[in-house]
């Protein structure tokens, strides 16, 4: 069974510029979550799609943005990026909302 | 909104000894606490978890302890070896945030031989 799979793995972008991420969940799996990682903050949830719809929302700016489709993969969208927004972006997958969350390996996102 | 809190920060153990990772949670509908392990360059990986209706539960070397009235949840790794070396995170939810996890800020763990 494949896992997660997030492309693409690294990312270099300019300031102001917008990024787009994608995340596959496992097969099956209905449930998709977001997060940042940083050195500093750990692992900050960004938000959580179910059958297409966002749930849940972390404390981050409007920049960030996702969804989900049909198939149940998802993507996030920052727009006007700034230095600080380079991190480990980490999508999580889980069959329902209340089941175990299993991680892709990420994308790193370095914005220079 | 939820926040955890995660001590220590660091913990370094000799081989053969155990470690003891505390976290603490602030949002009392919290009902699930995953702790996650991340080795480096790798992906968080789920080691165990529990629920709010269970005090305790174990798997091999590995336990993790609830107390609700507290509000507080503990990972205990016991007869550790130089493999368990790694991040440890602790993560909190809700029924109504479903994967929506607020993690605690990590542990690094270093077991020496």
């Known amino acids: 069974k494949a896992g997660v799979t997030q492309t693409p793995r690294y990312l270099i972008k300019t300031r102001g510029q917008q990024v787009t991420l994608s995340c596959s969940p496992i097969?099956?799996?209905?449930?998709v979550s977001w997060y940042q990682q940083t050195p500093g903050q750990g692992l900050q949830f960004l938000f959580e799609?179910?059958?297409?719809?966002?749930?849940n929302k972390g404390n981050f700016p409007g920049r960030f943005s996702g969804r989900q489709f049909s198939n149940s993969r998802s993507e996030m969208n920052v727009s006007t990026l700034e230095l600080g927004d380079s991190a480990l972006y980490l999508c999580?997958?889980?069959?329902?909302?209340?089941?175990?969350?299993?991680f892709g390996q990420g994308t790193r996102l370095t914005v220079v | 909104g939820e926040n955890v809190e995660q001590h220590p920060s660091t913990l370094s153990v000799q081989e053969g000894d155990s470690a003891v990772i505390k976290c603490t949670y602030s949002?009392?509908?919290?009902?699930?606490f995953p702790w996650y392990k991340q080795e480096l360059g790798k992906r968080p990986q789920l080691i165990i978890d529990?629920?709010?209706?269970?005090g305790e539960k174990k798997d091999q070397r590995i336990a993790v302890t609830l107390n609700k009235t507290a509000k507080h949840f503990s990972l205990h790794i016991t007869e550790t070896q130089p493999e368990d070396s790694a991040v440890y995170f602790c993560?909190?939810?809700?029924?109504?945030?479903?994967?929506?996890?607020?993690f605690g800020k990590g542990t690094t763990l270093s077991v020496s031989s």
């Open positions: 993560a909190a939810s809700t029924e109504q945030a479903g994967t929506a996890l607020i």
């Open positions: 799609y179910f059958s297409e719809t966002q749930r």
């Open positions: 529990i629920r709010s209706n269970v």
């Open positions: 999580a997958s889980s069959i329902t909302t209340d089941t175990e969350a299993f």
């Open positions: 949002d009392s509908a919290s009902n699930y």
């Open positions: 097969s099956g799996h209905r449930s």
